[in-house]
């Protein structure tokens, strides 16, 4: 394969909110900014395309933007290695890429945790998110019974999202406490934005049951799911349906920045105030510096585009608004922390690991990530322990191993692409 | 840019709008296992972006390519149970 | 050696420094015989280069000392292969050694005579037989040499094996213990504390040397990458002939194409050599290489799915022998250490002959040429 090259004063890897505002106002002062993304375009997940709905104004507003800019976007590329300082190497389906850069500003956003049950792994349960995702991209879902569970704001946008397209949604099942969810309300008060939100995702989701102190327990089908038991207190009670949408709030994707060495505190990629990581010339921004949605997203991506063209100035203006998104965040972040008691979902029989199919009993024995991996392969597939580490995180307090390239499976030969000759084509 | 695609999915011509995902085209074919698992479960997409290669498919004789962020290309071949 | 006086009353015969899969070999046998066995180690069951391996069970030929132990534990490992659980692996595909040119196919004439002389069954392939038994490798190649009995096994899985069944006999296990040193009464943890033992058994890997003075053993790092499942795609534990010629220049890094198939289709992608470096992380150009030359000897390696690379340091020694008996100037303390990259082959043999020479039995194999004071190893300046 032969590898295409790009050399760029600025590369932002992630296309969503974050890496969006932040690529546009990097080129703001003429710098030559090359974006790449996985997804085949522009907007991550949460301005993800819709193909039949027009997206907000505030995500026409920003994608307008790029494209009217001199920012270049490359998509369906996963950056998986970085073969020598200063350099990103990405494949494609049918390519295989490597970057230059001066900077690197790293958007690599947010996933959502799994947590595991049994039925979990059954086809047509999905991430909340993850059901979104595959609607917006064209799966019909007109007439569908769906039990939206686990926890967090997305749950909510999710229920709204599939109700509009159609779909019948049985039930809203949130794991925290009413309790925490009233704490959060409260400072909702403070944010006019996000309780009008609130306010017009409340309408919209009008008859649909939110249950608080409830989670799925087991979901059950013969070739997908056909029902989910769920529970709230001493109350167990099935519900039938063609999906579960499930996913227990969100979770950075450090492992790019891991990778190149960047200080992870508590999950989250640390950063200054002008979201420079640990290693000089390297941003990050948005929710892969810890889960703060959309507002706080384009703030942190302002802040790095402007500081890594030396406009600091212009960054420090962006520092009492970040602020207060960050406070509201960490607000977030509290009330949908996780119950102890969803410890005690899997069975001994429950697959905790899907690509190995690794069950609970086998893991419980392990003392550590790293035995566990030697001894019953729990994250050593594909998946690399996106899903089964964090799920092993909370059920057994397990910290994971260190990254190494490749980020992402890919094929062998795009570590060693033949170069385009003594003329590369750089952009 | 057309504004349909024929892929085949499993030997069947499946037509789909383009810049569909592969994943979609293969729900929309009625699958909703796309491949079974090392000890022989159904799976089929969980997280929709391209992380957790549950619906991991075989395109083009190519073994496990994630689905869900590769879009349809006129005359792609695809095979569940890669 | 283990003589009765030494028997400590209140702790252990054994104490052995090491869960790796020479520590478990050892902690097996020792408890076979009836020894009170210790296995320390600060780290999981075979979290060191056991786990960093690719588990080829080889019989080699650099030398007449490396062939009898290699030969001798190929063969243990092969009548232990009816018992080991399923999670083991274990699978007898054969090694293939390629040869790419008439220079190496006389190689594999001359390891043909070498072999069959010594009763090892072994077949010359010729460029046809050799694309009939790996179809994927290129075409071009010249032919090859199948020795049909060595094996593969996944190692962390083996060495747990070996210490669970120690433990059956009475071994005791201790993880996260940190040994600090290795005094007269047996180790000394890092707490302070000492684990009474008559003998402690240095079999730390590549941490042997910081445990006791006067040996070298040197950390030789290699890159490994394996790949998603693609079952049939790969039949025999390939190896390049090239490799010899490689794998002991002591001052090079080197490179070489060697593959191996995994029971469940998955496909290890190995090998390469460093001295020197003590890193763990990649070494991104020399992945590279060694990504080249497996593509080269294997095109269609290029479109297959990798799931994770890695790096292990192997324990080397001088003379690419291991350590295998008593310290030459501490008879409380034993060495089974110094095994490179055939820890996985030679530890069944090297845990023999180790309690042959605690027991004073007599041994299947002569363990002169594996004992720790042998003429040669120590350098002329020591």
Known sequence: MIE??????????????????AAFRAAES????????????CGGQIWRADSKKALDKDATKWLDRIRDSSVK???????????????MRAEGFDQVVACRFEKLILATGARERFLPFPGWTLPNVTGSGGLQALVKAGLPIEGKRIVVAGSGPLLLAVAGYLKERGAKIQIIAEQTRRFDL??????????????????DLKMKLQGIPYLTNCWPVSASGRNAVESVTLQQGPKEWAVSCDYLACGFHLLPNTELAELLGCRIEKGSVWVDEFQETSVQGLYCVGESCGVGGLELALVEGEVAGWAATNLKEKARERFSER?????????????FELRRELKKLPTPETFICRCEDVPFSRLQSEHSWRSAKLQTRCGMGPCQGRVCGPATEFLFGWKTESVRPPVFPVRLGSFVPSSAGDAPAES | MPEFVTIWINGSAVRVPAGTPVSIAVLMAGHSEFRRSVSGEPRGPLCGMGICMECRVQIDNQAHCRSCQILCQEGMTVRTHD | MLGHSKMTTAGFDVAIVGAGVVGAACALECARA?????????????GGTTGAGMGHLVVMDDSEAQFALTRFSCSLWNERGVELPPEVEYQKCGTIWVAADEVEMAEVHRKQDFYSSRGVAVE???????????????????????????????????????????QQQGAVLRLNSTVASLGSHGPVLSDGSVVSAGITVNAAGISSPQLVAGIEVQPRKGHLLITDRYPGFLNHQVVELGYLKRAHSVTSDSVAFNVQPRKNGQILIGSSRQYGNREKGIDALLLRQMIRQATEYMPELKNLSTIRAWTGFRPATRDNLPFIGPHPNNENICLATGHEGLGITTSLATAELLVDQLLKRPSKIPYEPYLPGRSGERRADA
């Open chain 1, 73 to 87: 976007f490359l998509g369906g590329l996963k950056v998986f290695d970085r073969p020598e300082p200063g350099v």
């Open chain 1, 4 to 21: 295409q090259r790009y050399r760029t004063d600025i590369l932002v890897v992630g296309a969503g909110p974050a890496g969006v505002a």
């Open chain 1, 182 to 199: 009233v704490k959060l309300g409260l400072r909702l008060l403070k944010c006019p934005k996000k309780l009008q939100q609130a306010f």
């Open chain 1, 30 to 41: 003429g710098a030559r900014v090359l974006v790449v993304d996985d997804n085949p375009q």
């Open chain 3, 34 to 46: 009836g020894l009170r066995v210790i296995v320390l180690d600060r780290d999981p069951i075979g």
């Open chain 3, 124 to 166: 010359v392939l010729d460029y046809r037989q050799l694309a009939e038994a790996e179809p994927n490798l290129r075409e071009g190649l010249v032919g090859g040499l199948l020795v049909r009995d060595d094996s593969v096994l996944y190692p962390p899985c083996a060495t747990r094996f070996l210490i669970e069944k120690a």
């Open chain 1, 323 to 335: 602020r207060k998104w960050r406070g509201f965040a960490a607000g977030l972040n509290r009330a």
